[in-house]
């Protein structure tokens, strides 16, 4: 069986390190040379040592004194080096990660998140993100400091003795066998902790936009122990993950003590049994020990950080292409004659179809009434056309073009949408209509005008905040900015979803006749509210039943038909 093929991060992993390349220039200088001045310690200390000893070393105290002070001064410039470009690197990097994560799923079709699990974005672009920034970005200098200090020290060693320094590569294979035993168990504690945090999201969001729902079935208890069972979960996958980390730091320091305090007494004999070795080497041998102990203990673990972190890329990478609309050719788009749809058929799921050959053309400029039972596809008709879901058969054509064939930018330059669940930011009124654009004040006035806003505007005034998701505003008000936004847009279709469903009986009349007095715009609308003022006023009133067209007509044509529509309205009176 062929494996699936992983799909590529690089896109995603190159965001760290674009337009970065002087910031990182200026960080390895400034790790290159606070490597060598800890490097030069350790032969600094075997100067001293070996001056007190009396070996002729080639330096006066003096001389001694003088390198050191040198060194001290190298060193602090290269902090200032890398205090200043490595935390710059960081956030920069993971800001255009961020950045262009979002991009992304701004891609995807107008209906995604009605199907896909958002707490999946959500956690990638907060607890994913801050582990990626610790786990990818945050290790990429340690490594690079921890490699050189690793191959300098290995070349004083060499330099200072063959011998001791073969006794030492043989003792250091103790912390990387502990490294390489252990290091690889992150990865699948980190995914562990990311699907976790994952569903605790997922439940907080559904606790917090379900409250009513909650309080009005007294299911505080139950959702209490749902709450708590996903913070524990949470928790304990945090607390394993952090305790695989003090387990391997301890197999790994543990494994580096065994190295170096045999390296000390190896090098003392030696030292005492004179082999070539002074004592000032053995010092340096046990200070430039940690340089190839550390690294060894270190690096594997950071390489395991960052697979962990990528295995977090490559999760968010995977969901990211679903419900990605594929744009066609068509680019400019303008509606003179007609929507049509042909032999439209379209099923969520195979063998159960929603809607079954369905033929109907929406003349520009008109007003359609799409009403039936539940379940009857009315809304599925009108995701179609908004180019919601891809599988359909048949076809939809605006004028000559091809649903397909039409880009997503064109489309949605096209058509507005007013849907039951008016999405309002916690912005003013006028942010909210305007969509955060610039508008001439005549066209944003005509458009509170058009859309009934203007006694709202004169109570409240336009700089008004709305809340969050317009907890200071109305149902009805909520939809007249979502008219207004569309007014502004001057969108030549406008599809309604049901959007006086949730209202009350006038302010749903106020709302419909809002809309049915735009004229000029195509106007496709969902409606469950069978009211005869209202419904005399469409051109045409579309009856669906069981996915198909059942009638079509006027008002007063399809009352005297006595067909299923008759029936519809005869019961909701």
Known sequence: MDKKKKTDIRPFTKQFFRGSRWVMVLGLIGTLLSSACALAVAWII???????????????LMDITLITCIGIGVFIAAYLMVSFSRPRFIARGIG????????????????????????????????DANSIETGYLGNIFPIIENVLLFVGALTIMLVYSPLLTAISIGLSLL????????????????????????????????????????????AEAQMCRIFARNVRLLTEADSRKRKLEIIIQMFAQT??????????????????SGKGVTVGTVMVFVQVMNYVLSPIAVIPGCIAQIKASK????????????NVRESGTVEELKLDDSISVENLSFAYEPEKPVLKNVDFTFEAGKSYALVGGSGSGKSTLLNLLMASYPGYTGAIRYDESELRDITSESLYELISVIQQNVFVFNASIRDNITMFSEFSKEAVDKAI??????????????????????????????????????????????????????????????VS??????????????????????LRRYDCILTLKNGSIAESGGFDELMDKKGYFYSLYTVSQ
């Open 513 to 534: 006749d809002s809309i049915l007095n735009l004229d000029g715009i195509t106007r496709i609308v969902v409606t469950h509210a069978l009211d005869e003022a209202l």
């Open 311 to 322: 295995g977090l890329i490559r999760k968010l990478a995977d969901a990211l292409p679903e």
């Open 46 to 60: 075997q100067l001293i040592i070996d001056y007190i000893a009396g070996y002729d070393i080639g330096f006066d």
């Open 255 to 272: 494994a580096g003590m065994i190295a170096q305090m045999g390296v000390f007494l190896i090098g003392a004999y030696l030292a005492f």
């Open 175 to 218: 912390p990387v066998a502990a490294s390489l035993l252990t290091g690889g168990l992150v990865v699948k504690a980190e995914k562990e902790l990311s699907d976790r945090n994952e569903d605790y999201i997922s439940t907080l969001r559904d606790s917090l936009s379900g409250f009513s729902v909650i309080k009005t079935f007294k």
């Open 96 to 127: 255009q990660y961020k950045e262009y994560v979002f991009r992304e799923l701004t891609k995807k079709n107008i209906s995604a998140f009605s199907g896909e699990n958002s707490s999946l974005y959500i956690s990638a672009l907060s607890n």
């Open 449 to 510: 005008e058009l859309s009934g806003l203007s006694a709202l505007i004169a109570e409240k005034g336009e700089d008004y905040l709305c809340g969050e998701n317009g907890s200071g505003l109305s149902g009805g008000e909520k939809q007249r900015i979502s008219i207004a936004r569309s007014l502004l847009k001057n969108s030549q279709v406008l599809l309604v979803d049901e959007a006086t469903a949730a209202l009350d009986a006038q302010t749903a009349f106020q």
